[in-house]
């Protein structure tokens, strides 16, 4: 049994709390350093990095760009939260919450800021009147969904990934906890999609762009290294079915891969133009 904890009267920050991301967590915001962002020639400028919330974005233009929307153009710039980036002066102006993705607007005649991926898949849905309905039922079931998807993922990734892969030792209880929430928000999604092609019930929609990089990479076993087994997500195979429907578009191959370092000579570091991916 661990040593029992007592908090203390008034919390005080005096040491890491531990885990990978340990020396980026504080219980401050604002910059740290004075640094600005780049700017590059098309109308959308990102400033994010490819993880699952980064993704959706990048996965959203790469869906209009395909259907033919030229002035979805975007220069995805790479913002490195390891090394402390998302806490320069220039981010902290897009997004005082330091965190991506960030885009800035410059399509009109004054730069508007959007942070939140959630408000950035709107802007740009109707931006362009596509991916989300105008008004009625439909809309609000994507609405609904894609709301579902920013209340639960912070207990997917913060919660059950970060005690199971990133804290300094295991432990049992957050594992249980969070690994039980997990598994309840997939059996929603499985019951959701047990008569359905995509989340709203009708079409392709930012609810499906929005959910996948999260439970879809999970689904597929791409998220934290034993997950899928200790998940057993094979269970559930409406969300197997939706998440591999989704992995197949080429738009989803492409976004998942912009704002990423690595091994994998498809990942894109910073792209700029439809002919940095490589054929």
């Known amino acids: 049994m661990a040593d029992s904890y007592t908090p203390p009267k008034v919390w005080t920050w005096d040491k890491e709390n531990g885990g990978k991301w340990a020396s980026q967590n504080r219980p401050i915001a604002g910059a740290t350093h004075d640094k600005d962002l780049p700017v590059g020639d098309h109308p959308f400028q990102l400033y994010s990095l490819g993880t699952p919330n980064g993704q959706k974005v990048t996965i959203l233009f790469e869906e209009l760009l395909e259907a033919g929307v030229s002035e979805a153009e975007y220069d995805a710039w790479h913002i490195g939260i390891g090394d402390g980036d998302q806490f320069g002066s220039g981010f902290v102006e897009v997004n005082p919450n330091s965190k991506i993705p960030a885009l800035v607007d410059r399509t ?40 579902w998807q920013m209340g639960s993922a912070p207990y997917l990734g913060g919660g059950f990934g970060h005690f199971f892969a990133y804290a300094p030792e295991p432990m049992e209880y957050p594992i249980d906890r969070f690994a039980m929430e997990t598994k309840r928000q997939l059996d929603v999604l499985d019951r959701n999609l047990a008569e359905r092609e995509w989340m709203n019930g009708k079409a392709y929609s930012i609810a499906d762009i929005a959910i996948w990089p999260w439970y879809g990479a999970l689904a597929l076993d791409r998220s934290y290294p034993r997950a899928g087994e200790f998940l057993a997500v094979h269970e559930y195979e409406n969300v197997q079915r939706w998440a591999k429907a989704m992995d197949a578009r080429p738009a989803v191959s492409r976004g998942r891969m912009v704002n990423r370092v690595g091994d994998d000579p498809g990942f894109i570091k910073e792209r700029h133009s439809a002919a940095d991916f490589k054929e």
């Open 108 to 147: 009109g005649p004054e730069p508007v800021r959007v942070f939140e991926s959630g408000s950035i898949l709107m802007h740009l849905a109707e931006t362009f009147g596509m991916f989300l309905d105008t008004e009625g039922p439909v809309r609000t079931e994507t609405l609904n969904w894609l709301f």
